[in-house]
């Protein structure tokens, strides 16, 4: 088999990721360990991955971005996964972005992308409640205005990069007796700012190297010109239409992570011996890691379609949600695969398959739980 390029890959990126497989390798694998034991990066790792060029590498030079586009963000997702990273949130983090370039006013994406650029700001999205996960319209936090303030109360769950957050959109009710209308984003920026607190980090199967946090903000007062653009009732609307990217960026991250696992055990059964032969000689390993590589490359032939759909402006959120449910789904099915044929030692948490398997669960539940994303497919049936 000719060895597979993605097709939107071209010389520029290849430099690009390069210097993205450096940066993993130096600056994070040698602290992963750390990092899942004190459950989240040193605050400093942003501002380095800020001074590489790592971070809004799709932002625009002109508000600090790198200038690329979503290739480029393919890029350093995947590195981070073909390591099987999950700990620095670097996904949310542009995610956070996008929704200031797309819906934030002039002034806004001026204000806050620069710092966000650097690593200065690390962004944040809170919508999760205790009472309000997929159902985003039945969320409680409240954010009314004040004169030329909105004063933000409620708290959030789960929320990603919580710890470290200097900039969170908080998805809050401007107008609580409608339900998807009135809903809005309020950016705040955190540091020093009374009545918003960082509850605990919280303890997870998986993904523990990353910062998800319980948020409280008791009468937090911003002023006016912090709500995203500058328009109230319009967050639900701008969540929606931005979700083509978040399901995309997750898709990207699980098919990374299918390739690693599968060079991963691939090079493990070669070694491992049992009754006289390697492990890779016995068929079932053969016929299991045959059926592996075939499903992560038809994962990977969409994945790269979906990457290529959205840098030219086409991918639809159907298509998006197909991305997201499949490419999850099949990711926790190849890590489970795989650690089988590791035996006792894919149980051990010093072997990375072991990461890859607990890492991969959380994907089918966030950005949108599977079974929500099948709901939006079936009504284009
Ligand atoms: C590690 C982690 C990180 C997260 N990061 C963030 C973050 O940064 N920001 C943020 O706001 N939130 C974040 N979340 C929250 C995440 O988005 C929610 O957990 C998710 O939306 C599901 O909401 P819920 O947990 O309340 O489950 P529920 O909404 O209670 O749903 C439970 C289950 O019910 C089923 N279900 C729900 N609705 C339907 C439906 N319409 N049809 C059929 N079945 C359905 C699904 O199987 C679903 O898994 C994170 C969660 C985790 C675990």
């Not at 501002?47 to 600090?64: F, H, M, S």
């Not at 990207?252 to 006289?276: N, Q, W």
């Not at 099949?330 to 650690?339: F, G, I």
């Not at 991969?360 to 539940?365: E, G, H, K």
Request: a negative charge; glycine letters at 10%.
């Amino acid at each position: 088999m000719a060895p597979y390029r993605s097709p939107w890959m071209d010389e520029e990126l290849d430099l690009f990721r390069d210097a993205a497989r450096r940066f993993v390798e130096n600056e994070i694998l040698p602290h992963d360990a750390r990092y899942r034991e004190q459950h989240h990066v040193d605050r400093e790792l942003w501002n380095k991955a800020g001074e590489v060029g790592l971070l809004c590498t799709d932002i625009p030079a002109e508000y600090g971005g790198v200038g690329g586009d979503v290739r480029h963000e393919a890029v350093v997702v995947e590195e981070l996964g073909r390591r099987g990273i999950t700990s620095l949130g670097h996904s949310v983090h542009s995610i956070v972005a996008h929704y200031l370039l797309n819906y934030g006013t002039e002034e806004q994406k001026q204000r806050w992308l620069p710092r966000m650029a650097t690593g200065e700001l690390v962004g944040a999205i809170a919508m999760t409640e205790a009472g309000a996960g997929s159902d985003l319209q039945a969320v409680k936090t409240r954010a009314h205005r004040d004169g030329d303030h909105y004063v933000i109360k409620g708290s959030k769950t789960f929320i990603s990069n919580g710890l470290h957050a200097g900039l969170v959109g908080v998805v809050a009710k401007t107008d609580a007796a409608q339900r998807a209308k009135g809903i809005s984003i309020v950016m705040v920026e955190t540091r020093d700012q009374p009545g918003y607190r960082v509850g605990r980090v919280l303890e997870k199967i998986g993904q523990n190297g990353w910062d998800t946090a319980e948020l409280f903000l008791d009468d937090v007062r911003v002023p006016a010109d912090c709500l995203l653009g500058g328009v109230e009732g319009q967050g639900f609307a701008q969540l929606m239409d931005d979700l083509p990217y978040e399901r995309t960026l997750l898709a990207i991250g699980g098919v990374a992570a299918m390739e690693y696992a599968l060079s991963l055990t691939v090079d493990y059964t070669r070694h491992r011996k049992a009754f006289g032969k390697a492990l890779l000689e016995m068929q079932n390993t053969r016929f299991k890691l045959a059926e592996v590589k075939t499903r992560v490359h038809i994962a990977r032939v969409f994945i790269d379609d979906c990457i290529v759909k959205l840098r030219d402006g086409q991918l639809d959120t159907v298509t998006a949600s197909m991305a997201k449910w499949w490419v999850t789904d099949l990711q926790n099915n190849v890590a489970d695969e795989c650690l089988q044929l590791f035996g006792g030692y894919g149980y051990m948490k010093e072997y990375p398959i072991s990461q890859l398997y607990v890492d991969s669960r959380v994907q089918r539940i966030y950005g949108g739980a599977n079974e929500v994303l099948k709901e939006i497919i079936a009504r284009s049936l």
